[in-house]
């Protein structure tokens, strides 16, 4: 099936560590992105990526950093230097060619303890 | 600042009855206009899309009604079910950025 897989679905951290948070697709699609969902407060864009290799700042991309080495997989680390990074991440990509919206995976719960 | 902003923040209908969710932005180089539905602990999926030259999108029981002149767009569910209970996103496009809005919680009651 052509998709996007996040993994884990839930992920517990503890104060002070990094973790990392992976997003991988099969749909051939050139544009991944990394968004931030809090309650009341819709999404929120962290990084977002438009071809391997190279990848822009959202509106909230401090404490966070991401690679695109390869086209299908855009993983997101989530750094110590994220004061409040208890939240549901949401991965998604999109086509560059014609009416296209963006897919999203299934959502990574990040809760730290 | 917002670039789409959407209301109402939350809305509970009844069984039978119309939702309306509406939207509306300031860019105009926006060139598609995607809703998506989400449920409790999932990822959003898309539920509906319109291009800014078309007034009008029906899929079934979700209409899409765009009116350019005003920068506004909104999303009817007629006939709403208690499985429609979700919350819904407008977005819209301009190259490869989406915006949304910060969604609409509906509780459809039986």
């Known amino acids: 099936d052509g998709g996007i897989t996040q993994s884990p679905k839930y992920l517990f951290r503890k104060e002070g560590q990094n973790v990392t948070l992976s997003c991988e697709q099969n749909?051939?699609?050139?544009?991944m992105y990394w968004y931030r969902q809090d309650p009341g407060q819709g999404l929120r864009l962290i990084y977002y990526s438009q071809i391997v290799n190279d990848f822009q700042k959202g509106d909230i991309a401090e404490g966070y950093s991401v690679s695109r080495e390869k086209k299908e997989s855009f993983p997101l680390t989530v750094t110590s230097a994220q004061k409040n990074p208890t939240a549901f991440y949401l991965c998604a990509s999109s086509s560059q060619q014609g009416d296209t919206e963006a897919f999203f995976g299934q959502g990574t719960r990040l809760t730290v303890v | 600042q917002q670039q789409v902003k959407q209301s109402p923040q939350s809305l509970i209908v009844q069984k039978g009855g119309i939702s309306i969710i509406n939207c509306a932005y300031e860019n105009t180089a926006f060139d598609y206009f995607p809703w998506y539905q989400q449920f409790p602990g999932k990822g959003p999926a898309l539920l509906i899309a319109?291009?800014?030259?078309?007034s009008e999108k029906k899929e079934g029981r979700f209409t899409i009604s765009f009116n350019k002149s005003a920068k506004q767009f909104s999303l009817h569910i007629m006939d709403s079910q208690p499985g429609d209970s979700a919350t819904y996103f407008c977005?819209?496009?301009?190259?490869?950025?989406?915006?949304f809005g910060t969604g609409t919680s509906l509780t459809v009651i039986p």
């Open positions: 319109i291009r800014p030259d078309v």
């Open positions: 749909l051939n699609h050139d544009a």
């Open positions: 977005a819209a496009r301009t190259g490869n950025q989406f915006y």
